[in-house]
């Protein structure tokens, strides 16, 4: 067996694979961090990935045509020599009769990346890379606290800033489960704090916004744990700025959803427990969001999000000022279960 352990993955990365290994396949739910890994063990096996000689890029569903294509690509000479990357990008179909058939070729001088998704334990890709000893299958989970701590000191560190204790725990816990996300954050960052030699905590506090969320937040908090009066004034707010009705009420939909998967996967949990869990999350929302785990139970969600659902297909279909007594009305209903569950 030649799986890594989700651990390993990044210290595999930085020493270099065995070039005995001629594929390496990427793959996991963090779309992000499987397209930075997959990026780096690409360019690090030639000596120009800007050669396009040197690096092939290849899409997966091509290759779920032309099976063949990938030995073929794996066994050209380049241009001037030297070795080459075959890069897979990830296809709707199934292409693992291509890696197949690499597998069972003598590959010299070329590297194979496979960019997955979210493969289960028994997808034909990942077993094939698996079980064979040519092959590595890398996986890429979302970032615990101890991981983004470390990319956070890192790339940081790499622009030549360091970031205080508190303001580090806190920007680790406003960033979210995507890892090409995360970074985006990191960067803006310490674009802002440059010069400053370490980054502060009001340095995170006024750049770093919640990856998860939107500008719509207070509004949606405010209905979800049953504050009348703050979804009234929110929302003539919102609408004095001319936001479209059925952008405010996706929010909402997005949001009970999200409260809904939450509370099955944390069942048996403290509110304060499943926040805990709840990746991206922004530190000034989560008191309210354990607030509404605590009130909204997966039945009423249920509820909450068919009413959002009937008032979203409603404001599509009536004009600009009955869309907005659609929503408001629909928003203040959900305010007023969420008080009644006080």
């Known amino acids: 067996m030649t799986a890594v352990k989700a651990s390993d993955v990044d210290g595999l ?3 270099g694979p065995d070039p005995r290994i001629a594929i390496l396949l990427v793959y996991g739910p963090d779309t992000g961090l499987v397209f930075t890994r997959a990026k780096a063990l690409a360019e690090a096996f030639v000596s120009d990935p800007g050669d396009p000689f040197a690096m ?32 897979v990008r990830s296809g709707s179909r199934n292409y693992a009769p291509a890696v197949e058939a690499a597998l069972k070729a003598e590959i010299q001088n070329a590297r194979i990346v496979v960019e997955g998704g979210d493969l289960a334990k028994s997808a034909p890709l990942r077993t094939l890379c698996e079980k064979s000893p040519k092959a590595l299958a890398l996986p890429c989970y979302p ?6 701590a470390d990319l956070i000191d890192r790339t940081l560190q790499d622009q030549g800033l360091r970031i205080a204790r508190d303001a580090r725990d806190i920007l680790a816990t406003s960033l979210g489960g995507d890892r090409g996300a995360s970074l985006s954050e990191i960067e803006k960052l310490a674009l802002y704090a440059r010069g400053q030699g370490q980054v502060s905590l009001d340095d995170v506090e006024a750049v770093v916004s919640d990856v998860a969320g939107s500008v719509l937040n207070t509004l949606i908090d405010a209905a979800f744990a049953g504050r009348s009066g703050e979804v009234e004034r929110d929302y003539r707010r919102f609408r004095h700025e001319g936001m479209d009705p059925s952008v405010m009420l996706g929010s909402a939909l997005r949001h009970a959803l999200t409260l809904l998967a939450t509370r099955l996967a944390g069942e048996g949990q403290s509110a304060s427990q499943m926040v805990a869990n709840w990746r991206g999350l922004h530190f000034r929302r989560k008191s309210l969001v354990e607030t509404q785990l605590a009130r909204w139970s997966p039945p009423a969600l249920r509820h909450a999000i ?37």
């Open 306 to 342: 068919q009413l959002l659902q009937d008032a979203v297909l409603a404001c599509r279909r009536a004009d600009p000022d009955l869309a907005h007594a659609h929503a408001s009305s629909t928003l203040l209903r959900i305010a007023t279960e969420a008080a009644r569950r006080r």
């Open 143 to 148: 970032d615990d606290e101890r991981a983004l």
């Open 13 to 15: 990365i930085r020493r």
């Open 56 to 87: 092939v890029k290849i899409d997966g569903d091509v290759l779920a045509q032309d099976p063949g294509r990938l030995v073929d690509e794996a066994g050209t000479v380049g241009l001037f020599g030297g070795t080459r990357t075959i890069w």
